[in-house]
């Protein structure tokens, strides 16, 4: 009878999920035989349901079916002003079943269904709950119990008698409640309360079962009570997880900028909001970084500090921009960090102590002393940091890719957000029109964007638009290129200029300091002006889809960026640091470090200008001027393209100057309210909301790929093959910087010959190439395991679907044998009148 | 339960304790709150109902668009007026609560949307579920087509069995692929 459903059973994912087949197959059965026998007797048999359905009905007339037709019956009669043809017919194919218009007792049925009762009847919650204790106690007590299965308990349709059925339905229910309190007392004391709780019924009742459960078990166990160490494991669990709560609780306090953060969202979207976000995200990566060089490296040394040149330089005031002057003799910088060992002794445990993580004290200590080595520590927790750093990155893109892409691609986005969106928590009225505004434009833009996707373009507009593509990137790129090969051109100029005034005694050092400031200007005003013109050329394109005009624009920015940061850095590590006797440098990390201190100070005081000139004179002109009703639109892509190109500065240069993420720390802090009070007084809500769901997981892919690696890649550069400056720094006296870890493992191989495992796996860790890739062919090996893995998935998920789908029909099916049935059944003159009082 | 409003006893609380997600002090908080519903004389009968109405000036449910929903979903009172008792209310407060189940969060929020408590969503329950999200007003209100447009994408979306409604399973499928429901689905006293 049923359709063949094309799904092998045996499939172990199947087996798991059906609990009884035997019992799945017997509901099948029964009301498979019930539209045949009353199809064959006419109702006369004892096909139960029907019959008590059609006692009723005649009893009761139709008029209490009524509010199952009534919904829909409403729903036209509200529309009828506004409804046209097509609607009716577009809701007539969304509503199959009731649309085609049954009888009253097939709506009756219909109504009973199993899918439909579990969200109402009382009665369903109750055995859904009686399945479930029972799980629960198998899985318990391992004690196989066939005898408590039986088949009514399972959710059938024999099963559900509404709420309003008569003496049977009411009869049903008393021994489902029975059985279920008999469930409960067979539950653990712990697993009973959960349960209860969990149950969706109103207090009275779960209080009532509550009681049953424990008379009868003072009746059965009279006298003996529960184990001591069950009870006190009971008050310990809730103690620790009330404890948990209120932790949580607290750190949901802690967390930082709600207020602003949901303001924003409430007034401007997700996106605005991801860009916050983002910058916050930032903030906590600089912070760990500030944490992390701040023990190791700038407290150790601030409380030990080096011997110093005697002349110290007086405070001008440009120090601030520049980073050079009297700051460059400061802890600020690699050049002040001395290659000494700090001495402590064991018993005196000093700040020193519990810092020295990365060399051991283990053996120092058995001679009284405690070491703590410059060289080593700068080595190690730079490396450690950008360790965890990665980690971090990872870990959280990782994340992100798992949010933003499902395995089973079925879009569910608009359903989510109509049952997900409302924010109960919200009590303000101002706030709640807020959030009925906010999820009125998620709405729009999600209609727009599936909309979007039925457009279809003639070759000809194709080509066009394939044109103008074509032009607007070329503009982009070849600026880009003339940019970058400007910035090639001044900075070996600006080299040159540094080389000779080096050799030239009789110079203004304040002038000479001024001119170190524009490189920095110059990136700055590229980085500043160039994004104009790339939005000049997006604005030629005229893209339809706000989502691809923002990967567009982002990645013509991030070119721009990338190569930027390339030339840069060839001009410090390859000209710089190549050379530095050349233009007189004693210390080339200390001048790299200035530098990179200057172009984080720039960007910053860049994007200040931006804000005031860009985006709040700018408002004001085209307001009070042109006359423009609408304030700018916030510009995402660029904003958070900006805060990459300023973190990659930042990760750049902590090798050099370690309190530089401090630095950047201080910059995210102002930049956050700044931006916040300029997005809330000159721009508006986007006129063409867009979904920003992947957005998150991009930016972080950004931050992940050519922010972190390179970054990452020219501080392993540096490290391993330049040379590090002979007077200064932790390295001074070390081919590479890299060298302070060997020679430290050689050295304690040297005290205790044990070691020399360590030494030599060491060896073959670092220096071999080999290790590297077979850690490398490791994870990709990983990657394509889980990539089958999640294709399996998708593959089984597909399958079920299917079925479901299938299953679908089948009701569809069998209900409309059941209305056919019906109809034969009833005499025409019936018919006629049932008609009339369902239509 | 011969409950008299104006005091809890401490059986009752810690029975309470046991069947709701909500911490003694909640519930204590709770009877506070309830009991300021009541005129004086009310709260020493046993088993007070307190209109709709006079819940509803709680600044909680104030300007919350289900709130009539969700006073007739959680109440248990006969003529179905939508008063709560206080252990409806205790209910109500479980329910929207801290550390209320993913289960039993999308169950209830499925009966508050099923706004004719027919059991399932249909077109109808919908249309009054996205009136209630964007507001009444008309700039934020959506146009017919796109009404009609959603409706038909909610529904392609999340009617598995395609029976034309979305049922409770069904919206327990979309609820648990949304990670911030839970934390959104909630009232603070």
Known sequence: ?839 | MGTTASQLGKDLLSEYQELTFLTKQEILLAHKRFSELLSKDERNLPNTRVSMERILTLPELKSNPFRERICHVFSTSDQKNGSLSFEDFLDLLSAFSDSATLEIKSHYAFRIFDFDDDGTLDCGDLEKLVNCLTGETDDTRLTTDEMRQLINNILEESDIDKDGTVNLSEFQHVISRSPDFVSSFKIVL
């Open chain 1, 1 to 839: 009878m049923a359709r063949n459903v094309n799904f092998d059973l045996n499939h172990p994912l199947m087996e798991a999920g059906l609990e009884s087949p035997v019992d799945e197959e017997g509901v099948h059965d029964s009301f498979n035989q019930l539209i045949a026998e009353q199809s064959q007797n006419g109702g006369i048999s004892d096909g139960y349901e029907l019959q008590q359905l059609q006692r009723e009905l005649d009893e009761e007339g139709r008029d209490d079916v009524a509010y199952l037709s009534s919904p829909v019956r409403e729903f036209r009669g509200r529309n009828k002003g506004r409804r046209d043809v097509e609607w009716e017919e577009d809701e007539r194919q969304t509503d199959p079943l009731i649309a085609e218009r049954w009888s009253s007792a097939t709506l009756r049925i219909l109504s009973s269904m199993p899918s439909r009762t579990i969200g109402r009847s009382r009665g369903a919650i109750i055995s859904q709950y009686y399945n479930r204790t029972m799980q629960l106690r198998r899985r318990r007590q391992s004690r196989p119990s066939i005898k408590d299965f039986s088949r009514s308990a399972r959710p059938s349709i024999r099963g559900y008698g509404m709420e309003a059925d008569e003496a049977d339905g009411e009869d049903t229910e008393v021994s489902k409640r029975e059985r279920l309190v008999n469930n409960l007392q067979n539950l653990s004391v712990t697993d009973r309360i959960r349960m209860l709780r969990a149950m969706p019924l109103s207090v009275a009742e779960k209080n009532e079962l509550r009681r049953l459960a424990l008379q009868k078990e003072k009746q059965t166990l009279s006298g003996s009570k529960l184990p001591c160490c069950s009870r006190l494991k009971y008050y310990i669990i809730i103690a620790v997880r009330q404890s948990w709560y209120s932790w949580l609780s607290f750190l949901h306090s802690l967390q930082l900028w709600q207020m602003p953060l949901k303001r924003v969202s409430g007034r401007f979207g997700t996106g605005v909001l991801s860009y916050f976000i983002f910058l916050k995200t930032l903030l906590y990566f600089n912070l760990f970084l500030f944490l992390v060089t701040g023990a190791f490296l700038v407290l150790p040394q601030a409380v030990h500090p080096p011997m110093l040149p005697a002349e110290r330089r007086p405070f001008s005031g440009l120090e601030l921009l520049t980073g050079a002057g009297c700051f460059s003799d400061s802890v600020m910088y690699y050049g002040y960090y001395s290659n000494d060992t700090l001495h402590k002794s064991c018993k005196d445990d000093g700040a020193v102590q519990n810092d020295s993580v990365s060399n051991s004290t283990g053996h120092d200590c058995v001679s009284k002393r405690l070491s703590y080595k410059m060289s080593l520590a700068y080595f190690f927790t730079i490396g450690m940091a950008f360790f965890i750093t990665c980690i971090i990155l990872v870990y959280s893109m990782s994340k992100s890719f798992g949010q933003s892409f499902r395995i089973d691609k079925s879009h569910s986005i608009l359903a989510m957000k109509a049952f997900c969106s409302w924010d109960f928590k919200v009590i303000k009225k101002t706030s709640v029109k807020l959030m009925s505004e906010n999820i009125c434009t998620q709405l729009k833009e999600l209609l727009a964007e599936v909309n979007h996707k039925r457009v279809k373009n003639t070759v000809g507009q194709k080509l066009c638009r394939l044109m103008v593509h074509g032009l607007a990137w070329t503009i982009c790129i070849v600026s880009t290129a003339a940019c970058v090969t400007g910035i090639y051109f001044f900075s070996d100029y600006m080299h040159q200029n540094l080389q000779q005034s080096s050799r030239s005694v009789n110079q203004d050092p304040l002038l000479n300091e001024a001119s170190l400031l524009a490189l920095p200007v110059l990136v700055s005003l590229i980085n500043l002006l160039l994004p104009g013109l790339f939005n000049l050329a997006a604005w030629m394109e005229d893209y339809e889809s706000p989502s691809v005009r923002t990967y567009v624009a982002i990645s013509r920015n991030l070119m721009l960026k990338v190569s930027v940061l390339g030339v840069l850095c060839y001009h410090w590590l390859g000209r710089v640091a190549a050379d530095p006797n050349s233009i007189g440098l004693k210390c080339w990390e200390s001048f790299v470090g200035q530098e990179l201190y200057r172009f984080l100070l720039m960007d910053f005081i860049f994007t200040l200008l931006d804000t005031l000139f860009g985006e709040f004179l700018w408002g004001l002109f085209s307001e009070k001027v042109l006359r423009r009703r609408r304030k700018p639109a916030f510009d995402i892509a660029r904003n958070v393209l900006e805060l990459i190109y300023g973190q990659t500065l930042a990760w750049l240069g902590v090798l050099f100057t370690p309190l530089l993420p401090a630095v950047q720390i201080l910059k995210l802090l102002l930049l956050f309210y700044i931006k916040m009070s300029s997005v809330m007084m000159n721009c508006q809500a986007p006129r063409k909301p867009y979904r920003v769901s992947q957005m998150t997981t991009i930016f972080i892919t950004l931050l992940c790929f050519p922010s972190f690696l390179g970054a990452s890649v020219c501080v392993t550069y540096t490290m391993w093959s330049i040379k590090p400056s002979v007077s200064c720094g932790p390295f001074r006296g070390l081919q590479t910087m890299f060298q302070a870890g060997k020679l430290w493992v050689q050295e304690m191989e040297k005290h205790d010959p044990k070691l020399s495992v360590v030494a030599r796996a060491h060896s073959y860790l670092v220096e071999h190439p080999l290790f590297l890739f077979v850690g490398a062919g490791i994870f990709l090996i990983v990657i394509y395991f889980y990539s089958q893995v999640v294709d399996g998935q998708r593959k089984i998920i597909s399958l079920l679907q299917e079925q479901i789908e299938n299953e679908g029909e089948d009701k569809k099916f069998l209900i409309t044998k059941l209305q056919s049935i019906h109809e034969q059944k009833r005499t025409p003159a019936r018919r006629l009148t049932s008609q009339d009082s369902t239509c």
